[in-house]
């Protein structure tokens, strides 16, 4: 009976830790039109993340964690890219046809807003190479 306690708090500890997400909410999102295929705009977000230093931890559909009318199958491409390094940032990549609204999020309720345009510009130029 002793064990099977120990073995109940061991399980209920190890669950607790799995459910925590690098999802930020939209509070100081900041958000600029990249002209590109969804592809390009894509793989120059993982790049320039990458060259600043952010570890990409994944890439999911940005409808598990919020609503939004682009994700109701009405032509938009939608990707969500987690990464991190001491604080948590969320890039969300939204396009129809070659125009793309890339949102940047850091989280939580965290602002940069030198961060942001620095990222925007290293991703507008590396989209014209």
């Known amino acids: 009976m002793r064990y099977l306690g120990v073995l109940l708090i061991l399980v209920f500890v190890g669950c607790a830790s799995v459910s925590m ?15 590109g295929t969804f592809e390009k705009v ?3 977000v993982l790049l ?4 600043k230093g ?8 940005p409808e598990v964690f919020e609503r939004d009318e682009r ?3 009405n032509g938009y491409q939608n990707v969500l890219i987690m990464a991190g390094r001491k604080k948590h940032l969320n890039v969300f990549v939204h396009c129809f046809e070659n125009i793309c ?13 030198r961060l942001a345009e620095s990222i925007f510009n290293a991703l507008e130029q590396e989209i014209k190479e």
Not at 48 to 51: A, G, K, P, Y
């Open 71 to 73: 994700y109701e199958n």
């Open 21 to 35: 997400t690098d999802y930020v909410k939209s509070e100081h999102p900041y958000v600029r039109k990249i002209y």
């Open 54 to 61: 952010w570890e990409v931890s994944r890439e999911v559909d």
């Open 42 to 44: 894509t793989s120059c």
């Open 101 to 113: 609204d890339v949102e940047i999020r850091f989280g939580p309720k965290a602002r940069n807003d």
């Open 48 to 51: 320039v993340l990458h060259h």
